[in-house]
């Protein structure tokens, strides 16, 4: 028999590991909550046509499909081939919270109050090749707000990265860019057919660099003369004043182009009356996500010495109407939370204390004092005390170990004489040192 394995780019997580990970869930959805945003859930399967088509070529390759049962994918696949409709794969895993929540609203349209703020933490799959900070299993947690078009939006999202960021320590940058800008600059270098091309190739300019999305672009078939016009968006430094001035003049006579930039400039505006601080937040006009179904702001956030980004989103005019609601406008965000677990691990990001999972351990000593115990146990878990008494008579070396592996802040012993007496003897694992307290004493000791 081969030793067992679990799927390259997925990942166990052990009880230290994901004392950490609900460190992040907690601080994220706190955060969320603070801001009037409500939590849903959706399946991890959804009908295989709800997804294809929402993510562009890219994406739709890397969605999880799954065989029907009884279903045979040699045939199928010939089938396929003959054009006639295969059967294999009707349902698929979920591939981001977005479409999956578009999908939930217009199904559940007549029992939601618009605009409708939700928060989703669950996971996703994508059939990527597996990397640092990339994996085909992995956790998003998303906030979005759909039946709105106010830019106040856009604005709440960067008051909500922001915050996020400072409770979990994370020195990172928020890019902003808009999809009406990315249009404008299109028009202009005579490749308005061609969108879809050139913000692919530019959604992997922090990767691949000025070099690797030419290359691409002339893959795709764009012209050199556009490619030409193209490149002073490339060295677009400074400022954002001084990157919007400069957009004013490479597109600011075309309609599409002067809306983006007008959007840029309201949002910007506007976090300044929010105590967002100016060099927190960076225009990139080579920002894209390469998702088809972004309209208007998108953003993005990026840490120094990681190589992908930890939270991205966007507005979608209307992803809705792809399932029957029309002009429905939403706009949101998702955090990584691999990624930001990841980030925090590297650089030392989490409380000293983090790994501390157990308040007070009791030692057993036998039958008649771990039923003694027992009481005591009730007490303190009453006082929100985590608390265990070790199962076992066994060895003090043995038990003091299990005590030192579960973070333990305190050990207890009740023998025959602190029976007797009504005191416990405790000892400050952090300290080592040991005192007589009463439950009542423990008790305050441990809620201090």
Known sequence: MSKPSIPKGTRDFGPKEMVKRNYIFDAISTVFQKYGYRSIETPAMEKTETLLGKYGEEGDRLIFKILKRGASLEKDLQKSKNGKKATYAEEALRYDLTVPFARYVVQNQNDISFPFKRYQIQPVWRADRPQKGRYREFYQCDVDVIGSNSLLNEVELVQIMDEVLGKLNINAKIKLNNRKILAGIAEVI??????????????????????????ELNEKGISSKAITKLEPIFDFAGTNEFKLEKLEVLIGTTDIGRKGIDEVQSILKNLIACNIKPDSIELDITLARGLNYYTGAIFEVVCDDFPSSICGGGR???????????????????FGADRIYDVMDDQNLFPQNIETILD?????FGEKEALYCLGLLAQLRANEISSELYPDSAKMKKQMKYANEKGARKVVMVGETEIAN???????????EQASLTIEQLIHSCVV
């Open 360 to 364: 007070v351990l009791f030692v057993n």
């Open 316 to 334: 979608y005019d209307d992803l809705t109407g792809i399932f029957g609601l029309k002009d429905i406008s939403g706009v949101g965000i998702s």
């Open 190 to 215: 005579g490749e308005s057919d061609r969108m879809i091309d050139i913000t692919v190739a530019l959604d992997k300019f922090d990767k691949v660099g000025q070099v690797g999305v030419i290359n």
């Open 422 to 432: 009504g005191i416990l003897t405790v000892k400050d694992m952090e300290t080592g």
